[in-house]
């Protein structure tokens, strides 16, 4: 009950184009949903996040789509680039935070964006 | 932006070995955080550390591991006696309260 399922495993797109990550959880009391960039020999950065009460949230070229009763949200990234390219990671974390952050992750889906 | 730096960026140990993995997280946060991500699986969560005691634990985290806060900037990682499957990439991560976590690069521990 604890997993996040994310796919695709790996995704290729061209230059100009929308790329599309899923993720599903099954945990109810997860309320906090991130999404991390990882660049090769870099540890994962915060990219974008929403919480349950909202269905989108865009920040950029980023957007999060949140289908609660689905239990499910993905990250669109519109206009994709070259520098776009690297492994992206849904997580999840129930509660308000306070000191403890246990995130749980996807497996992670690494992305290619080509010229 | 600050940084949460992770020392050394590559540990190589025999099996059986004490590591120690160190990390200065960024300089006004209070809450710290140890993640692993064993090569081609998720990142996981292993302890979350505040106000000088743990506060989370996974069930990875077992009697071979500990963490301290020797002095106002370090924070580490020790396990006492590693075993093969301890090799994984270490992220240390660090927040402010109520603010968003930091990551440092990790430490690619190899256990021979």
């Known amino acids: 009950q604890q997993q996040v399922k994310q796919s695709p495993q790996s995704l290729i797109v061209q230059k100009g184009g929308i790329s599309i990550i899923n993720c599903a959880y099954e945990n109810t009391a997860f309320d906090y949903f991130p999404w991390y960039q990882q660049f090769p020999g870099k540890g994962p950065a915060l990219l974008i996040a929403?919480?349950?009460?909202?269905s989108e949230k865009k920040e950029g070229r980023f957007t999060i789509s949140f289908n609660k009763s689905a239990k499910q949200f993905s990250l669109h990234i519109m206009d994709s680039q070259p520098g776009d390219s690297a492994t992206y990671f849904c997580?999840?974390?129930?509660?308000?935070?306070?000191?403890?952050?246990?995130?749980?992750f996807g497996k992670g889906t690494l992305l290619t964006v080509n010229p | 932006e600050p940084e949460v730096t992770q020392t050394p960026s590559h540990q190589v140990t025999q099996m059986g070995q004490e590591v120690i993995l160190r990390c200065v997280p960024i300089?006004?946060?209070?809450?710290f955080y140890w993640y692993r991500q064993i090569l081609g699986q998720k990142v996981e969560f292993l302890v979350s550390f505040y106000n000088n005691e743990i506060s989370e634990k996974s069930e990875i985290f077992d009697d071979q591991f500990s963490v301290e806060r020797p002095d106002g900037s370090n924070f580490t990682l020790k396990i006492r006696s590693t075993k093969l499957e301890d090799s994984a990439m270490y992220f240390c991560a660090s927040r402010r309260a109520n603010e968003k976590l930091f990551f440092g690069s990790g430490t690619q521990l190899s256990v021979l």
């Open positions: 300089s006004n946060h209070l809450y």
């Open positions: 929403i919480r349950p009460d909202v």
């Open positions: 997580a999840a974390r129930k509660g308000s935070g306070g000191s403890n952050y246990k995130l749980t």
